[in-house]
């Protein structure tokens, strides 16, 4: 259980409830983290490492909601475990629909917790691995000239090297020997791979 | 008027046979038994009855004892005793029957007092009786009255808390879920290996804390809720909001409201009922809220402050920055069962100003000019100095 590599930030404004949540984590052997607001936590430095939020519905200042609106905006992307003494419907909906890992009603079970702490870690920790990847993507990307970046994107487009070669007015060898640096530098061992890294990149397919 | 000679002519009867037989004792006759034989015909028959006795006597007189004996003759030289004889016959007559008749008199006007302070004082002892009873009947309705007022008020206390709920569960729930989670750790703790026994104790600690606290908040409500006759103690009115602070604080955070209070460091304590006061002060700060429901685009607060007001008496202030007062809605509020919420009863405010009057202050509203109310009331310091 215990994972020394993440930390599970918990933000309530009581601080029994916090403490008592600290001393259960730090029990199984997860870091924990507290805050009494919202507030202070945002102004909080975060390692880089994976990591979860434990967040009461209802604060003082900026409630757990807005939060949860806050960190979608700014693109931080911590998933977010709510607590509340008393969900209503409406609450619990808005929260799962953005994006919520689970919706605990006070006094939680040690298991539904844990749990979802758990999931929420993965969650957090297969979004960085995803966002490691995508990053290494765009810096091989950026490693690329001018001219091989047009070439890709008429090749992920689906145009033969000799219709690439028509549009951009240069002969089919040249393409290929292009086409072949875009491959090396991209680290594609096939054109199917290629089209996939194009797609995390977000380039668009259009002729 | 048969009396009056009878009587006469008795005494007179009486006189002679007297004198007559004293006559056979001493050589002279004591014609003085005629006089009072005279007054004793004036006392009890009346004037008239007098003048006859002192005609009887003097014909009486002279046939008997004035010579010559036995004829009504009068000798020239008795004639003036004689007359001096009559005379006094009637001056005893007269003082005798005018000293009867101003002492009838008397006795007359006597009665008529007596049966008239009888009179007066039936009617005292009547009206002494109406007087009680319309009393009784008055005191019977005021204690009606008291007793519906005290329901009034429990009922709108009841329902203020009513519109608490929410933040009396949460304000329960949290220490209940702050003992959960501590049990969990603790147990977590001592089945570690090895266990930490310093955490589990830390844990079980904050259990023994939390569970109290709950407990205090349930007790602070039921004491809140419960039905008691009013009492008079000393109180501190800082520490009487800062109680009411707890569910406050909750209420006011769900509203999207900030509660700040403003207390002042020099407070006198003040003589009243705690619960009653706490009454007031929640119903402002919950009417405060209500109006601040719709409130955007200036930041939502309650503030409730106290101050000194003068020597005699401390203020306590509730402003909100919500609606604020029309003059119409400013005019009707203190009125019972006005209201311009949809559940309420609009009791509280009327409840509210009662207990201000019943502790001799005073209850009013301000509309502010920058949209919200203000809501205040006087307690006075009363004249004792503050025992602890």
Known sequence: MSDPNSIVYVVDDDASVRNSVGSLLRSVGLRAELFGSTEDFLSAARPEIPGCLVLDVRLPGMTGLELQGEIGRAGIGIPIVFVTGHGDIRMVSRAMKAGAVEFLTKPFRKQELLAAIHQALDRDRARREQEAKLCALRS?????????????????????????????????????????????????????????????LGMHSHR | MVRPWGIALSFV??????????????????????????????????????????????????????????????????????????????????????????????????????????????????????????????????????????DLAHLSKVMTMGELTCSIAHEVSQPLAAVVTNGHA???????APPDVGEARTAAERIIRDGTRAGVVLGRIRALVKKEAPTRDWLDMNEVIRELGVLLRDEAARAGVSLRLDLATDLPRVKGDRIQLQQVVLNLAVNGLDAMRGTTGRPRELLIC??????????????????????????????????????????????????VESHQGRLWATPLSGGGSLFQFTVPIGSRDHDE
């Open chain 2, 13 to 150: 009867a009486m006189a002679l046979v007297a004198t007559l037989l004293l006559q056979r004792l001493f050589p002279y006759p004591f014609l003085f038994l005629f006089f009072p034989a005279v007054m004793a015909s004036a006392w009890f028959g009346g004037m008239s009855a007098g003048l006859l006795a002192v005609v009887a006597s003097t014909v009486l007189v002279d046939y008997f004892f004035v010579p010559p004996f036995h004829s009504f003759a009068i000798n020239a030289t008795d004639g003036t005793y004689f007359a001096a004889f009559v005379v006094c016959a009637l001056v005893a007559s007269w003082v005798s029957s005018s000293k009867k008749q101003s002492e009838e008199a008397l006795r007359e006007a006597r009665d008529r007092l007596e049966i008239r302070v009888a009179e007066r004082t039936a009617e005292l002892e009547r009206s002494n009786a109406e007087l009680r009873r319309s009393m009784q009947e008055h005191e019977i309705a005021e204690q009606t009255l008291r007793k519906t007022q005290a």
């Open chain 2, 306 to 355: 106290t101050a000194k007001e003068s020597s005699a008496a401390i203020l306590i202030q509730v402003r909100d920055s919500g609606a604020g007062l029309s003059a119409e809605i400013a005019a009707e509020i203190f009125r019972p069962f006005f209201t311009t919420k949809p559940q309420g009863i609009g009791m509280g405010l009327p409840i509210s100003r009662s207990i």
């Open chain 2, 186 to 192: 603790c147990l977590e703790w001592l089945s570690a």
């Open chain 1, 140 to 200: 091989r990307f950026e490693r690329l000239t001018s001219r091989e970046r047009e070439v890709l994107h008429f090749v992920v487009a689906g145009l033969t090297n000799k219709q690439v070669a028509g549009k951009l007015g240069l002969s089919e060898i040249t393409i290929k020997i292009h086409r072949g640096h875009v491959m090396q530098k991209m680290e594609a061992d096939s054109l199917a791979g290629l089209v996939q890294m194009a797609g995390k």
